[in-house]
Nanobody
Framework: QLQLVESGGGLVQPGDSLRLSCVLS????????VGWFRQVPGKEREGVAC????????EYSESTKGRFTISRDNAQNTVYLQMNSLNAEDTAVYYC????????????????WGQGTQVTVFS
């Protein structure tokens, strides 16, 4: 079974940076597109960034582009989310998701999800 495990979350101050990791097991990462999503209580899960399985094409949400960078290391079966210039609005549980189709930053359609990692930006 395909599994995803996120890590790297924590408590930071505004302006700080964090690097999240998503490790895939049970399949080869090179065949999967991966997206990062986040959710806060009372709100729907929203897309943050995604990266394709073939040409490395990326997409970002309007609020994160220019600050966040998604990347992949197929040899390590790991996808990263480098988050810079964090602010309080970035506080959320961050999830990674994978699928053989490129669904973009919409959370609907992805078949495989991790359990999430908490990111808290405290001012």
């Amino acid at each position: 079974q395909l599994q995803l495990v996120e890590s790297g979350g924590g408590l930071v101050q505004p302006g700080d940076s964090l690097r999240l990791s998503c490790v895939l097991s049970g399949a080869a990462l090179e065949f999967y597109a991966v997206g990062w999503f986040r959710q806060v209580p009372g709100k729907e899960r929203e897309g943050v960034a995604c990266i394709s399985s073939t040409d490395g094409r990326t997409e970002y949400s309007e609020s994160t582009k220019g600050r966040f960078t998604i990347s992949r290391d197929n040899a390590q079966n790991t996808v990263y989310l480098q988050m810079n210039s964090l602010n309080a609005e970035d506080t959320a549980v961050y999830y990674c998701a994978a699928d053989t189709f490129m669904y973009g930053i919409s959370p609907y359609g992805y078949d495989y999800w991790g359990q999430g990692t908490q990111v808290t930006v405290f001012s």
